[in-house]
């Protein structure tokens, strides 16, 4: 076994240890009259885990990140099997767009523009409700 391949495995095995003792605050947040329960990812480590290692997610749930400032914050699906849909949202709490993400794919997905916040739902969660671009976000956050 290769010196690299060892310290490969073992922050693969240290990240995973620290992604399920991470503790998510749960709220609701509604777009366009859906409600979608959220678990809210702020702290270093849950933005970094988010839905990983996850097998399944309930319907109208997801996960809210919650960056420390706007920017180009892109996601991908690396140690992710649930086919999820990503919206990016700005600091006025308006979608700026969403992707369906490819579980097959290590595709980088980014904002059309600076983003405060993303949401993750299951795969066509979006768009099944004609949720876009525009479309205003209503939760409240200490940001």
Sequence with gaps: MSLV???LFIQGCEKERNCRAVEYKKKSIH???YELNVEVAESIVALSCGLSKREALASNSGMLFVFDKPGNHAFWMKGVSIPLSVAFVDVNKRIIN???MD???LTKYYPQGNALYA???N???FDERG???GDSVVF???H
Aim: proline content about 0%.
């Design 131 to 133: 949720i876009k671009a």
């Design 140 to 142: 409240s956050l200490n």
């Design 123 to 125: 795969w066509g969660w």
């Design 119 to 121: 949401i993750e739902a």
């Design 31 to 33: 777009i366009n009259g």
């Design 5 to 7: 391949f060892l310290l």
């Design 98 to 100: 969403t992707h369906n």
């Design 103 to 105: 579980t097959s794919s």
